[in-house]
C-alpha cells in the first residue's frame, strides 16, 4: 500500500518535473496531480481522527512513529507523539 513518504516523493518529483525547463510538465496535468494528492491527504486526516476516537496507533498509510522518522526530509530531526485525552 503506498504511504506518507511515496506520496511526499510524488510531489516532489512533480515540482521537479514543472521545473525543468528541458521537459517541463503541463500546467493542468501539475494541477490535477495536487488536486488527486490534496485528497489523499483529507482521507489521511479522517484515518487521523479514526485512530483519535479508538485509540488507535498506528496508520498504514502514514506509519509508525518509527517509520515515519526514518524517512524525514532534511533539517528535520524528529517528531514527537502526543495522545489526546478525552
Known amino acids: 500500500m503506498p504511504n506518507i513518504n511515496e ?11 514543472l521545473r ?3 521537459k517541463p510538465m ?3 496535468r501539475a494541477k490535477a496531480i495536487a488536486q488527486v494528492a490534496g485528497v489523499i491527504v483529507d482521507t489521511a486526516r ?4 479514526f ?3 479508538t485509540g488507535g496507533d ?9 517509520e515515519v522518522t ?13 495522545r489526546i485525552k478525552g
Open 46 to 49: 479522517v484515518e487521523i481522527d
Open 26 to 28: 503541463e500546467v493542468d
Open 51 to 53: 485512530l483519535k476516537v
Open 70 to 82: 526514518q524517512d524525514l526530509p532534511k533539517g528535520i530531526v524528529g517528531i514527537r507523539q502526543h
Open 58 to 66: 498506528r496508520s498504514e498509510f502514514i506509519g509508525s512513529p518509527q
Open 7 to 17: 506520496l511526499r516523493q510524488s510531489l516532489m518529483d512533480t515540482l521537479k518535473d
Open 20 to 22: 525543468d525547463p528541458d
